[in-house]
């Protein structure tokens, strides 16, 4: 059910926030934190907070993996539920978590908490497409190298099929193909290996 890689975290809900029952197994939700924040009013008076209301996306576009306990994608019939379980990477289960925490929690500084998370998340977002555009170069070699050996071979194959006879008809060529596609599965690992940046 879940993705190779994947996790599952459960959020609290309630006849609001999960959209009167009508949010299924297999839908796609965003994940939003809300939270009251007590501030000192203008002259300082501690005992005169003003309570203002914040609103954030944290995640978008999660696929829904359970309702309570039902996992059915073919129902349609409407349920209130109490929780819900989504399908995240396990560094948005980490934020989930940590939102969840937040948003049961009162006191503290809780503006700037709410405001470290949602800069951390832009800038993981940031650094993540900062780091795809980086290693292009990189990525474009990986596929050049390991297509390139191939394309030539197929070429000299319909081209000059005497040339590439030995090739595949001697014990030596066999051993020399294999050892030619060996090094370039490793060089493609290799150079994949290179140019991922895990955020």
């Known amino acids: 059910m879940l993705k190779p890689g994947e996790r599952a975290v459960s959020v609290s809900v309630n006849a609001t926030t999960g959209i009167s029952g009508f949010v299924f197994p297999g839908d796609r ?3 939003i934190l809300t939270h009251a924040i007590q501030e000192s009013d203008k ?3 501690e005992n005169d907070r003003v309570m203002r209301h914040a609103a954030e996306t944290i995640l978008t576009n999660i696929r829904v993996i359970a309702v309570d306990q039902t996992i059915n994608d073919q129902t349609s019939e409407p349920a209130v539920a109490k929780n819900v379980t989504l399908e995240v990477t396990p560094k948005q289960a980490e934020i989930v978590s940590l939102v969840s925490e937040l948003g049961r929690t009162a006191g ?3 503006a700037e908490v709410l405001d470290t998370i949602v800069e951390t998340v832009r800038e993981r977002a940031e650094v993540r497409r900062l780091g795809q555009t980086l290693t292009a170069q990189g990525r474009l070699s990986q596929v050049v190298l ?6 030539v071979a197929v070429f000299l194959l319909l081209t000059e099929p005497s040339l590439m006879r030995p090739m595949y ?3 030596g060529g066999q051993t020399l193909l294999v050892l030619c596609a060996l090094g ?3 060089g ?3 150079i994949k290996r290179i140019v991922e940046i895990e955020v």
């Open 184 to 186: 370039v599965v490793i």
């Open 146 to 151: 390991t297509v390139l050996p191939i394309i």
């Open 188 to 190: 493609s690992l290799w």
């Open 108 to 110: 503290g500084n809780s």
């Open 169 to 171: 008809t001697s014990t």
């Open 43 to 45: 002259g300082g008076n």
């Open 29 to 31: 939700v965003d994940v």
